[in-house]
């Protein structure tokens, strides 16, 4: 019992935390200094570490999962937002415009994310396909995208188009 006062003193002398509080237009508002940020993503691929996926031209490795199935290593670049239940959903779509992933939501807290700068990145993410054949993917041209909502509710999405490729054959 005695150890206890020690965390009021130390509370007491690191003055009031910094509180995230998220506004109507789901925006984060820092209340200790006041700055605003919207919600933005930003689509990419790492199992370790992230990597960007430029605009255009964009080639993504075909993955031959240990279980039999197909994916593709994903990741998200998260700017303004707290991860705490935070949602990512990634979508896969071929040019007929069906979503060819198995559906998921990967969930999101502080323990599960790497912080960047005024951000966060999440690693290591699979978009799981529901394809017989993934090599009949190999050069197809296919739409991801992320899409992730904030536990106030806020929206970001970002897309690309990208090619199929298999260097590991």
Do not use: K
Not at 85 to 113: H, K, S
Request: contains cysteine.
């Amino acid at each position: 019992m005695r150890s206890w006062w020690w965390i009021g003193v130390v509370w007491g002398c690191a003055g009031a935390p910094s509180v995230t509080v998220p506004d109507a237009a789901g925006a984060r508002v820092d209340a200790a200094d006041g700055v605003t940020a919207p919600l933005r993503v930003e689509l990419g691929e790492g199992l370790t570490a992230y990597r960007a996926l430029p605009a255009e031209g964009t080639e993504v490795e075909l993955v031959f999962g240990p279980q039999g199935g197909w994916h593709f290593d994903l990741a998200a670049r998260v700017r303004g937002g707290d991860p705490e239940g935070m949602e990512l959903r990634y979508a896969v779509v071929n040019p007929a415009g069906t979503e060819i992933q198995i559906p998921g939501v990967v969930r999101l807290n502080a323990r599960r994310v790497v912080p960047e700068g005024e951000g966060f990145v999440r690693v290591g993410d699979r978009a799981v396909l529901d394809v017989r054949d993934g090599n009949a993917l190999v050069g197809a041209s296919l739409t991801l995208t992320l899409r992730a909502v904030s536990a106030a509710g806020a929206v970001a999405t970002d897309q690309r188009v990208v090619t199929v490729v298999d260097r590991v054959r």
